[in-house]
């Protein structure tokens, strides 16, 4: 767990499959000194330093006991209405949570999944065929990336996991939500978004990010550190407008 700032985080990060606090780089300092909000994040188990390290797949609800693991975690920080932000399977997980736990969290997703596309199954699949590439890059970061990367890799392509689709749950998400992918995501087609909002209901917004990619905060962390703090312009307006 790292946090930037002091107090209870009002911005908690989750990262993704294949993430870690250190992959986030700038953005969870920068998006704390913009909003002057104090943010967190941590490493899920596996990534990064932390335990217990994976044996094989993860098991196809993993996102779904990582949601629990998450609710935990806010009880632990004593958040108070926070801002969850996920990318990827961390996004996953935050709408998840949100479906499930209900609460006063709103949800930022950056690049997440609701079901299992085909355009992901196969990018995974090659990315597979070249894991010691794969695995080295990961070695930056994570202590145990062959285990790591065979979790992740061998859920997403695992025959089980391909009925996997939380669309049926989302629109019990009653807080604001917004849903943002990049126009050249190598992992979801464009309608990704826009379906996943459409599940949630009045209460979602898709957010397309013109020739933004998979890892956006990688590519361009300023249009993420503009995204969350636009959102949490938002709330703070919405709230205003609820009280005044």
């Known amino acids: 767990m790292h946090q930037w700032g002091a107090g209870p985080p009002s911005i908690v990060m989750?990262?993704?499959?294949?993430?870690?606090?250190?992959q986030w780089g700038l953005v969870p300092g920068t998006v704390a000194e913009r909003t002057n909000l104090t943010v967190a994040a941590y490493d899920r188990s596996g990534h990064g330093q932390s335990t217990p390290v994976p044996s094989g797949p993860w098991p196809t609800d993993w996102l779904?006991?990582?949601a629990d693991v998450l609710h935990d975690v806010l009880e632990s920080l004593g958040c108070?209405?926070?801002?969850?932000?996920?990318?990827?399977?961390?996004?996953?997980?935050?709408?998840?949570?949100?479906?499930?736990?209900g609460g006063e969290q709103a949800t930022l997703t950056l690049a997440a999944h609701t079901w299992v596309e085909t355009i992901c199954f196969d990018a995974i699949e090659s990315m597979r065929?070249?894991?010691?590439?794969?695995?080295?890059?990961?070695?930056?970061f994570h202590s145990h990336p062959a285990e790591l990367f065979e979790a992740w890799s061998g859920v997403w392509t695992s025959s089980e996991f391909q009925r996997w689709d939380i669309r049926g749950v989302l629109g019990q998400i009653v807080r604001p939500v917004w849903i943002a992918q990049g126009s050249d995501d190598e992992y979801a087609t464009p309608s990704h978004a826009t379906l996943s909002a459409?599940?949630?209901?009045?209460n979602a917004r898709a957010v397309p990010l013109a020739g933004g990619r998979h890892l956006l905060h990688h590519h361009d962390p300023e249009?993420?550190?503009?995204l969350i703090a636009d959102f949490v312009g938002e709330l703070g307006a919405t709230n205003s407008d609820a009280t005044g």
């Open 14 to 22: 989750l990262h993704d499959g294949l993430g870690s606090i250190e």
């Open 64 to 66: 779904h006991q990582e």
């Open 80 to 101: 108070d209405q926070p801002l969850v932000v996920g990318h990827s399977d961390g996004g996953s997980i935050a709408l998840i949570h949100a479906a499930t736990h």
């Open 129 to 140: 065929a070249a894991r010691d590439r794969f695995e080295k890059g990961l070695s930056r």
């Open 198 to 202: 459409e599940a949630i209901g009045s």
């Open 223 to 226: 249009m993420v550190v503009d």
